[in-house]
């Protein structure tokens, strides 16, 4: 999936100094390339018994919402605090600069169920993580975590031993 990089544009510098964007909107704009890395994506999993789809705001959601339909699954939103409009199940994450909390809703899966966590990107792993620890509070079995993009130089996946992990476009 190398040449899927080329569609990806690279923004410096936001959204602060220093930092180096990953911009998936110019592949999310080709119909064929974006239906080819979701189809990638799906290959692993087919077979697989996955019950639900856990995706991370917001990017998550584009990536998840198409790969939960390939795979004949529902999709569960993971959100920043306050977004959700029913009984939640919360954590809290360090980041860089301080502190984020993640919400999903407390009836979202039965215990037990096996769950597949979708994001666009994995960076240091700490929303990654953070998603984890949710799904595991409501007793849901981690059966992988899939990224389209992983920053290696970050190491996030670090975070993330002991779990399935894929990603199909690495920088």
Do not use: W
Not at 157 to 164: A, F, N, T
């Amino acid at each position: 999936m190398e040449h899927l990089k080329e569609l990806i544009r690279s923004i410096p510098d936001f959204p602060k100094k220093g930092i180096l964007f990953r911009d998936i909107t110019t592949l999310l704009q080709n119909g064929p390339e974006f239906r080819r890395a979701i189809d990638t994506l799906a290959e692993q999993y087919e077979g697989k018994k996955i019950d639900q789809i856990v995706a991370v705001e917001s990017r998550g959601f584009i990536i998840a919402a198409p790969l939960a339909y390939k795979l004949n699954v529902g999709i569960i939103p993971v959100r920043k605090k306050g977004k959700l409009p029913y009984k939640t199940v919360e954590t809290t994450y360090e980041l860089e600069y301080g502190t984020d909390t993640l919400e999903m809703h407390a009836d979202a899966f039965q215990p037990g169920a096996n769950i597949l966590i979708v994001d666009d990107l994995l960076a240091t792993g700490g929303t990654a993580k953070a998603t984890i620890d949710l799904v595991e509070k409501l007793k849901g079995k981690v059966m992988g975590i899939c990224f389209l993009i992983e920053l290696t130089d970050l190491k996030g996946i670090e975070k993330l031993k002991g779990y399935e992990v894929l990603s199909i476009i690495k920088y």
